[in-house]
């Protein structure tokens, strides 16, 4: 499965539009990009996950760049409850286990 | 619908003795898997059982083990513990861990985890 990287911590004003970004250069043909957040001291919550084309649904969008090389996490209007640690995933298909990276910590602030 | 449970919230024990921490998937899925979650090391694979058997296991030792039983229920068990063993133990639970030959994955539900303290 790919490396994927990110930045350590981004910091979004509440109500505004969270963009988080994630390496995965190395990604190849059959891997998909999946997206888990974990609130704290809660267990790892799926967000959303794709191969190709952008995805949406009601918590969040993922935008995959054309080489599939990046892609980016879209929190439309975060909230205070949004604070956690994102992770992005690159996942062969029918795998099983999940290879969680250090992720990125979002802090949403009033 | 309930979700993943794990039991118990918290556990403590002293170096050299066994742990057994308990999972109940989701009612319908066949699969569950172990991770471990140390202060600074993320999230690590342990192991995945599907329709009672080990399918996978994590970089761990032997001393880390399981199994399912079969209402799809699981027990991780750690024996000799060791400091470095404290950590949070995430159960996680999906449909099927291979998706029978299909393109889409079976998304992997997670339980709120057991806190094990060595002391």
């Known amino acids: 499965d790919a490396k994927t990287t990110q930045p350590t911590s981004m910091d979004c004003a509440e109500g505004r539009a969270a963009n988080l970004p994630c390496n995965h250069s190395?990604?190849?043909?059959?891997?998909?990009v999946y997206w888990y957040r974990q609130i704290h001291s809660q267990g790892p919550q799926y967000i959303i996950h794709g191969l190709k084309n952008n995805e949406t649904n009601e918590m969040a969008s993922l935008i995959i760049t054309e080489d599939r090389k990046s892609s980016t996490l879209i929190l439309p209007h975060a909230t205070l409850r949004d604070t956690a640690v994102y992770y992005c995933?690159?996942?062969?298909?029918?795998?099983?286990?999940?290879?969680f990276g250090t992720g990125t910590r979002l802090q949403v602030f009033p | 619908e309930a979700g993943v449970t794990q039991s118990p919230t918290h556990l403590i024990k002293t170096r050299g003795q066994q742990a057994t921490l308990r999972c109940s998937p989701i009612?319908?899925?066949?699969?569950v898997y172990w991770y471990q979650q140390a202060l600074g090391l993320g999230l690590q694979f342990l192991l995945w059982y599907d329709e009672g058997e080990e399918r996978n296991r994590g970089n761990f030792p032997p001393r880390f083990s399981g199994r399912q039983f079969p209402n799809y229920s699981s027990e991780l068990n750690v024996n000799a513990l060791e400091l470095e063993d404290s950590a949070l133990y995430l159960c996680?639970?999906?449909?099927?861990?291979?998706?029978?030959?299909?393109?889409?994955?079976?998304?992997?539900?997670f339980g709120p985890g057991t806190r094990l303290t060595v002391l």
């Open positions: 995933i690159s996942l062969r298909e029918n795998t099983d286990k999940l290879i």
């Open positions: 009612s319908g899925h066949t699969s």
């Open positions: 996680a639970s999906s449909l099927m861990g291979l998706a029978g030959g299909s393109s889409s994955y079976n998304e992997q539900f």
């Open positions: 190395t990604i190849s043909g059959n891997e998909y």
